[in-house]
């Protein structure tokens, strides 16, 4: 118990000294093992258009060239069609991104 404490100890004393992009950069590698679920909702006004679940992570994409950040994340996730958090037969994962520019849109795959 006490070496549990102590490692845990030097752990968050490692963790303080490092720049906050590379505890997010620690954060994410940890997240990426252990996994997520997510869910992302997109709307229309006040009306819920279509929602992804499963999804793993929403990542920011980059410039070939220039590794520049674009204003769009994208990701994959089942396209939840009847909206009840499950992926039911004939839900498959897709690929899409949602836009960050001041006409909002999330670009995916088709599903059929």
């Not at 990426?32 to 499963?54: H, P």
């Not at 849109?105 to 088709?110: A, G, H, I, M, P």
Request: hydrophobic share 35%.
């Amino acid at each position: 118990m006490r070496r549990t404490i102590l490692a845990l100890g030097a752990a968050l004393a490692l963790a303080s000294g490092c720049t906050q992009e590379s505890q997010n950069q620690i954060g994410r590698s940890i997240q990426n093992w252990t996994g997520t679920s997510g869910v992302l909702d997109v709307y229309a006004g006040e009306k819920l258009a279509m929602r992804f679940i499963q999804i793993d992570k929403l990542s920011t994409a980059l410039g070939t060239g220039d590794a520049v950040p674009r204003p769009y994340r994208f990701g994959y996730g089942v396209l939840d069609a009847n909206q009840n958090y499950q992926a039911d037969p004939g839900e498959r994962k897709l690929y899409f991104e949602v836009s960050d520019y001041s006409t909002p849109y999330v670009f995916y795959e088709s599903p059929r």
